[in-house]
């Protein structure tokens, strides 16, 4: 298997811009994670889905921040608008659950707003 | 709440052990882990251990859990440059609301000097 997809892996934009960042999770994986890493605040989970199905979005920082997981291949992280200050690495996370519940991770996209 | 505690940084000369200590708050945690992150990279699963076990040995590496006292840890033996990287200790969140999600410490930074 190729392992988590992500992409873009780099995206610069301008403040106020649509930043959408895609994932495509391990095939047969029923969960999906979207993390944000940061130096000032760590590793972040921000949302996640089980069959599709947003389980826990408690961690969206703002209403600028949504997620959508429309198949079991492909899930989106947009932010509108984007501002400085969602400068981060986003990572994307999969994991079929039972029983030991181990996540693998995508390379990450690393988002710059100017 | 559920919590993951590490050490910020940790300094080793290349051909000695490393070991990198975890503690965490959840006593029914059932699984826990460990993961590294290189340089630019996402976060890959190094191994982890169930609740049952007190030892678990992969080649260079040898995981401790002390479930009475909390207390995770992961020896590196023959530390090596290449291993300088951050490393996450990680539990499985407790409760049927939190199904899936693990619970990330902040990471310990291991600087390998040649």
């Known amino acids: 298997d190729a392992g988590v997809i992500q992409s873009p892996r780099h995206e610069v934009t301008e403040m106020g811009q649509e930043v959408t960042l895609r994932c495509k999770p391990i095939?047969?994986?029923?969960?999906l994670f979207w993390y944000r890493q940061t130096m000032m605040r760590g590793l972040e989970l921000l949302i996640y889905f089980n069959n599709n199905v947003p389980i826990d979005d408690s961690g969206m920082p703002e209403d600028r921040f949504s997620a959508k997981m429309p198949n079991a291949s492909f899930s989106t992280l947009k932010i509108q608008p984007s501002e400085p200050r969602d400068s981060a690495v986003y990572f994307c996370?999969?994991?079929?659950?039972?029983?030991?519940?181990?996540?693998?991770f995508g390379p990450g996209t690393r988002l710059t707003v100017t | 709440g559920e919590d993951v505690e590490q050490s910020l940084f940790l300094s080793v000369r290349e051909g000695d052990s490393s070991v990198i200590n975890c503690t965490y708050t959840d006593s029914s945690s059932t699984y826990l882990y460990w993961y590294k992150q290189e340089p630019g990279a996402g976060l890959q699963l190094l191994t982890y251990?169930?609740?049952?076990?007190d030892m678990k040995q992969d080649q260079r590496l040898t995981v401790l859990l002390n479930k009475k006292d909390k207390h995770l840890s992961l020896r590196i033996a023959d530390t090596q440059t290449g291993d300088s990287a951050i490393y996450f200790c990680a539990e499985k969140a407790h409760g049927s609301s939190n199904t899936g999600k693990l619970i990330f410490g902040q990471g310990t930074t291991l600087q390998v000097k040649p």
């Open positions: 996370a999969s994991t079929w659950g039972q029983p030991s519940y181990e996540q693998y």
């Open positions: 251990i169930f609740s049952n076990m």
């Open positions: 095939s047969g994986h029923d969960y």
